[in-house]
């Protein structure tokens, strides 16, 4: 690691720490600078504000989550539970950032356009991970014949959009927090629905 991405390192931490204890919207660059032991112009030259340093450090820990939930999910017994068990912790890990950092529906609003264009890397690692589980369960005669990888990024799309729905449901009615209950029990329903299909 360069001195470069140490830095930034050490910033993340410090940015993290801030938005776990104020939140993202009452954090400042001064807070997270000060955390960081650093001025706050040498925290410019890192990062233009604090959505693009949230942007980039949750995205971060996302992807090392998703490889910790991935090893996880290779101590289930068999295809369906593994995919249940992926779907279900990797849309709670996503619900709990949000929650832990008081992420309002309006600063939400903001911050989706730039976690999608950054997330694009991380969502095909994903795609290709439940796209060998799904393997798997063809190879052991768990589930019927099918293209893994078109059902792979079904089954992510169809999670993703249940999510998206429901946030942009709570940014249209400016409700103070997103209630990701029913949206996760939608996919549960649809995951059921699928297997059964492909045990047919």
């Known amino acids: 690691m360069n001195k470069k991405e140490s830095v930034k390192q050490d910033i993340g931490k410090a940015a993290m720490a801030c938005f776990l204890k104020y939140g993202l919207e009452k954090t400042t660059l001064e ?4 955390s960081a032991g650093m001025t706050k112009s040498s925290l410019f030259y890192y990062y233009r504000n604090k959505e693009a340093l949230f942007l980039e450090v949750a995205v971060k820990e996302g992807e090392e989550y998703l490889e910790s939930l991935q090893q996880k999910t290779m101590r289930k017994k068999g295809v369906e539970a593994r995919v249940m068990f992926y779907m279900q912790e990797r849309y709670n890990y996503y619900k709990t950032i949000l929650n832990l950092n008081r992420i309002s529906t309006e600063m939400l609003k903001r911050l989706l356009p730039g976690f999608l264009s950054l997330y694009e890397a991380v969502m095909q690692k994903e795609t290709d991970f439940l796209a060998g589980l799904l393997k798997d369960g063809i190879k052991n005669e768990e589930i019927v014949k099918t293209d893994a990888g078109k059902l792979a990024t079904a089954l992510l799309s169809m999670s993703d959009a249940i999510k998206h729905y429901t946030e942009q449901n709570a940014i249209l009615k400016k409700e103070p927090e997103i209630n990701y209950t029913k949206g996760f029990a939608d996919i549960r329903f649809l995951l059921t629905v699928i297997f ?5």
């Open 31 to 34: 807070d997270i600078a000060r």
């Open 196 to 200: 059964k299909g492909l045990k047919n």
